[in-house]
Structures are given as structure tokens and as C-alpha cells.
């Protein structure tokens, strides 16, 4: 069913030839340099689980994004979507195990977002990230 909102809705109404590739980092060229460029959105649950929590996932999964592209990662964002009465102290957690596992994959938070919403408008957290990398086009990734 995903295959089929993407293939009937969104490439219908987005199309072009870097989208329509269909690949997990957008590869396109910028000057002399290739650009590769991925977003992702992690609405877990639970939050955590064995090995991990939606902060670790978050990171893992974005740099894997550019990872299978040839990509070499450097920098990212993270944005945040917070239900009102969210536990800081689980927040707290979260934040923390995200950027142990930037540091781990020597990615950078360089910027990011933050929003509450109201109770009942999210399932408690959800993050979005988005990673971008830059490689001269003669010499690849």
C-alpha cells in the first residue's frame, strides 16, 4: 500500500528525475560536487526497546540513509515533536542516547526544531531528521 500512495500520489504530483530514482538519499549534483540529501521521520512504538530508543533509531537510520547511498555523513538535523506532558526525564534520555550516537557516527547536530503540541495531537515523541553530504563529482563519495 506505501508503494502505491507513493507511486499514485506523491511522484504523481512531485516528479522528477532525482525523486523519481526512488533511493534512500537523493544523489544530485550542486556545482563541481555531488550532494547527497536524505530525510527521515521515526514515529516508534514504544519509545524504548531492547537495544535502543527512538533517539538512537533516529541517528542509525539517517546515517544508514546516506550510508547506502556511498554517502559519508557529516552533518544533521533533528526536529522534534513533543506531546504536551511528555516526561522530561524520559525526554532527557532520549536526547542524550541521540547525541551519544551523533558522536558515534562523528555526525553533527547543526540544527534542529522543536515542537509541543497539544495532548492527544501525537503519540508522545517523534523525530524528524534530515543529513546531507558533499562529494566532488570526479572523485565520488
Not at 528525475?17 to 550532494?35: G, K, R
Not at 527521515?40 to 533517539?55: K, T
Request: proline share 4%.
Amino acid at each position: 500500500m506505501m508503494h502505491q500512495l507513493i507511486e499514485n500520489l506523491f511522484l504523481k504530483h512531485f516528479e522528477n528525475p532525482i525523486l523519481n530514482e526512488q533511493t534512500d538519499a537523493a544523489i544530485f549534483p550542486v556545482d563541481s560536487y555531488e550532494m547527497a540529501f536524505t530525510t527521515d521521520s521515526f514515529v516508534v512504538d514504544p519509545l524504548f526497546f531492547p537495544g535502543g530508543n527512538i533517539g538512537k533509531l533516529a541517528v542509525c537510520g539517517t546515517v544508514n540513509d546516506l550510508a547506502v547511498s556511498g554517502a559519508d555523513p557529516h552533518y544533521i538535523s533533528v526536529s522534534f515533536i513533543i506531546e504536551e506532558g511528555f516526561s522530561m526525564n524520559e525526554l532527557e534520555l532520549i536526547v542524550k542516547s541521540l547525541a551519544d550516537e551523533a558522536r558515534k557516527a562523528k555526525v553533527i547536530i547543526v540544527t534542529g526544531d522543536t515542537k509541543v503540541v497539544n495532548k492527544g495531537k501525537c503519540d508522545k515523541l517523534f523525530i524528524n531528521t534530515a543529513e546531507s553530504a558533499v562529494s566532488e563529482r570526479r572523485t565520488g563519495w
